[in-house]
């Protein structure tokens, strides 16, 4: 299995701009695919962005395509998310997840999770 542990979460205003790191350990980093996803209290864990397990190919949702890039260092083991124009709709918890093989936007395809972080956007 994949441990991850995010950081970066915080508060900020509309418009403003974050960072999220997750760092992973345990099997191969490198052979991987990570992904990050949110969920707000009530709903159910919504796919954000993810990243195949050579970085060549990206994967957005509709609703942070464009304001939203994720990237990976292999070097370090870790997986970002740079989120500008950020959004009042963007506040939640926002989970670092890992799979081995391709990607998927179903949160159920990743058997791997960090502990979230929480983002919230101030209007």
């Known amino acids: 299995q994949v441990q991850l542990v995010e950081s970066g979460g915080g508060l900020v205003q509309a418009g403003g701009s974050l960072r999220l790191s997750c760092a992973a350990s345990g099997r191969t980093f490198s052979s991987i695919s990570l992904g990050w996803f949110r969920q707000v209290p009530g709903k159910e864990r919504e796919f954000v962005a993810a990243?195949?397990?050579?970085?060549?190919?990206?994967y957005y949702a509709d609703s942070v395509k464009g304001r939203f890039t994720i990237s990976r260092d292999n070097a370090k083991n870790t997986v970002y998310l740079e989120m500008n124009s950020l959004k009042p709709e963007d506040t939640a918890v926002y989970y670092c997840?890992?799979?081995?093989?391709?990607?998927?936007?179903?949160?159920?395809?990743?058997?791997?999770w960090g502990q979230g972080t929480q983002v919230t956007v101030s209007s």
């Open positions: 997840a890992a799979r081995f093989g391709s990607s998927s936007s179903f949160y159920i395809d990743w058997p791997s």
């Open positions: 990243i195949s397990w050579r970085g060549g190919s990206t």
